[in-house]
């Protein structure tokens, strides 16, 4: 088992930034990618921005400019700066990580416990 434990969430007003990190322990094994994704109230959950083990990154739209995902594999650690802030980016924004395990080998996704950011004045 992979444990994903994420910090950084808060309460910010429009404009203002915040930084969440993302912190993997337990077994290990090899890596495809780590994300973010975010659920927002009645919405669901959408894939915010990826960080593939060659280095790929995907935002998606809304996030592009504003948003930057960051990854040091010497810490384990996957970063997601958001600046700019605005309400609708308000949210429970969960840590993924994915990776291929086993015999034969098989790809498997983990989730951290989700942190809470609310955009607000």
């Known amino acids: 088992q992979v444990q994903l434990v994420e910090s950084g969430g808060g309460l910010v007003q429009p404009g203002g930034s915040l930084r969440l990190s993302c912190t993997a322990s337990?077994?290990?094994?090899?890596?495809?990618?780590v994300g973010w994704y975010r659920q927002a109230p009645g919405k669901q959950r959408e894939q915010v921005a990826i960080i593939s083990s060659g280095g790929t990154i995907y935002y998606v739209d809304d996030v592009k400019g504003r948003f930057t995902i960051s990854r040091d594999s010497t810490k384990n650690t996957v970063d997601l700066q958001m600046n700019s802030l605005q309400p609708e980016d308000t949210a429970v924004y969960y840590c993924?990580?994915?990776?291929?395990?086993?015999?034969?080998?098989?790809?498997?996704?983990?989730w951290g416990q989700g942190s809470q950011v609310t955009v607000s004045s």
């Open positions: 337990g077994s290990t094994f090899t890596m495809y990618a």
């Open positions: 993924s990580y994915t990776g291929w395990s086993g015999d034969p080998p098989a790809p498997k996704t983990y």
